[in-house]
C-alpha cells in the first residue's frame, strides 16, 4: 500500500509541481517588442524557438509570449530588410542623378 502511494506520487509529480514562465519566452517576446537596432528582432526569434522547445520540454508557462516573440521579431526583420532595400534604392538614384547632372 505505502509503495502504491509513492508510486502514484511519483507519476503525478510533474502535474504538481507549479509551472512557472519561461525566462526565454519573457525575453523573445520583449526583444520582439523592443527590436533594439534589429538585433533584437533576430534575438527575439532565436529565444523565441528555444523557448518553445524548453516549454514542451518543461512543462511551463509562456507559450503564447514566445509565440508573439517569435513573430514580433519575423515583422522586425523584414521591416529591416525592407529599410535597407529602400535606402540602397535611394542612394542608388542619389548617385545616378548627380552623376547625370
Known amino acids: 500500500m505505502i509503495v502504491r502511494l509513492w508510486e502514484d506520487r511519483e507519476q503525478l509529480q510533474p502535474y504538481l ?13 520583449v526583444l520582439g517588442i523592443v527590436w533594439i537596432y534589429w538585433i533584437g528582432s533576430v534575438l527575439a526569434i532565436v529565444f523565441g524557438f528555444i523557448a518553445r522547445s524548453q516549454i514542451r520540454q ?20 523584414v521591416i529591416a530588410i525592407i529599410v535597407i532595400i529602400v535606402a ?11 552623376q547625370v547632372n
Request: aromatic content about 4%; charged content about 5%.
Open 17 to 29: 509541481q507549479q509551472q512557472g514562465t519561461n525566462g526565454f519566452a519573457i525575453a523573445s517576446m
Open 58 to 77: 518543461r512543462n511551463q508557462g509562456g507559450d503564447g509570449m514566445a509565440i508573439a516573440g517569435i513573430v514580433l521579431g519575423i515583422v522586425g526583420v
Open 88 to 98: 540602397i534604392a535611394a542612394t542608388n538614384e542619389v548617385n545616378h542623378h548627380f
